[in-house]
């Protein structure tokens, strides 16, 4: 799922989180994504612009990792994990994650990739409960 600071997904999560007090969170990412190519490249997409800007973004933070590797290929793949970790990130600096992590320990979330042509799942980005972020986004109040 992708991340942002949308609405919807935060009730979402806080029913998740709050009311069913689920112990493990995945964010499921996969190669070869057509999603991120598309962030990579300068076509106008029109509505689904927003979108792929915050992978732009994703690809800005990076971007001398990124841009130094050169085959297009395995640039996007390497740009489908890190997008993966920042959406893990994303997740962490939310009050409702950090309140629960603070109050009851959970839940781990997991940042994974699905590779479509041999089916594995690799696990890039872990962020077990607790794990300390940077205290830019700490809220101190929960
Ligand atoms: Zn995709």
Redesign the pocket.
Known sequence: MVVHTDLNLLSVLQYAVEVLEVQHIIVCG?YD????KAAMSNHNLGIINKWLRNIKDVHRFHRQEVDAIADEGARINRMVELNVQEQVMNLAKTSIIQKSWKHKNQPHIHGWVYDLHDGIVKSVFEMPAGTHIDPLYEFDNL
């Open positions: 996969h994504c057509g999603g991120v």
